[in-house]
């Protein structure tokens, strides 16, 4: 919205689909900037929603493991538009200047194998660094030099995540794309229903790390709701009983990667807290249709969660 048709037509779908993986996985910047093509689920094991996962190297506190994440449709469709389109324009573009191949750090990935479908090793020939390899424990700076060779025996990097030119985007580099469209946003209202689009003194100031926080205010509103229809009924002592043995803050806790529950609860998930459960229960009555509404409604009670 608002952007120079250059950059809309170069980096619109890059910068649609970083933003839709963000917010459907809650992923952390730096480890959705990480990712590797491969890495991204594809339909290829499952039409519908599709299992991945977040690599240990890329996880805040570097864990041993990294953790399950998991794609829907619409989002995978979105990410795959990107890698076979402007992202391809990118790769051509680096493969002509010769960007790659004067990469003296390069790393050639010569295969992959895969763990219950999920990619977990690769086999990299190098100079520095031979031998099949753990994805967990493939850094940020080394994934950045990881090609593979496609027919020609030319290289094709495989960060998932191009700038203009085909070099590798710096996981900071997303902090501009995201103050330069809340940038675009002041002074502008979205049309809704018959109502015209209009002007206002309103901004939407946001940032990568938010869309981590609504994708656990969205789970937790989804996750109440599938625990209070698999009951059939629920009175609100119930649905406070629910929550309070924690079993939705651990759902969300997992997803999101926390090692402590406290943290999903006090960080993430604080305006939450400030909830009337019998309130929560009766937004959520009418699910799955009334899920954005009852989004709308938390952040009409709550300053700290704003509907853009």
Do not use: C
């Not at 502008?188 to 109502?195: E, T």
């Amino acid at each position: 919205m608002g952007a120079a048709r250059a950059e809309t037509l170069a980096m619109r779908d890059r910068n649609a689909a970083f933003a839709d993986l963000l917010y459907h996985t809650g992923m952390r910047r730096t480890e959705g900037a990480g990712l590797l093509t491969f890495e991204v689920p594809n339909s290829e094991f499952s039409s519908r929603l599709v299992r991945g996962r977040v690599p240990a190297g890329l996880s805040k506190g570097r864990p041993q493991r990294g953790r399950v994440m998991y794609l829907d449709r619409p989002t995978r469709e979105s990410i795959e538009a990107y890698v076979t389109g402007a992202r391809e324009v990118e790769v051509r573009f680096g493969q002509a200047s010769g960007l790659y191949e004067s990469d003296k750090a390069g790393l050639i990935v010569k295969g992959m194998s895969r763990a219950g479908g999920v990619p977990d090793k690769v086999l990299i020939e190098s100079a520095g660094l031979n031998g099949w390899v753990r994805l967990d424990s493939l850094t940020m700076a080394q994934r950045r030099h990881l090609y593979a060779l496609d027919a020609d025996g030319q290289r094709r990097p495989l960060v998932t995540w191009l700038a203009h030119g085909g070099a590798p985007l710096a996981a900071a580099s997303w902090n501009q794309v995201f103050k330069d469209a809340s940038a675009r946003t002041v002074g502008f209202r979205p049309a809704s229903g018959l109502v015209p689009a209009a002007l206002d003194d309103t901004s939407i100031q946001v940032h990568p790390h938010m869309l981590r926080h609504s994708f656990a205010l969205y789970v937790f509103a989804l996750a109440a709701q599938i625990e209070m229809h698999r009951r059939g009924t629920m009175t609100p002592g119930a649905f406070d009983s629910m929550v309070r043995q924690q079993n939705i803050w651990l759902r969300v806790q997992n997803l999101l990667g926390h090692r402590s529950m406290e943290t999903t609860r006090s960080f993430y998930l604080a305006p939450v807290l400030a909830l009337e459960w019998d309130w929560f229960l009766r937004a959520a009555s009418d699910a799955p249709l009334a899920l954005d509404d009852t989004l709308s409604e938390v952040a009409e009670m709550d300053d700290r969660v704003v509907d853009a």
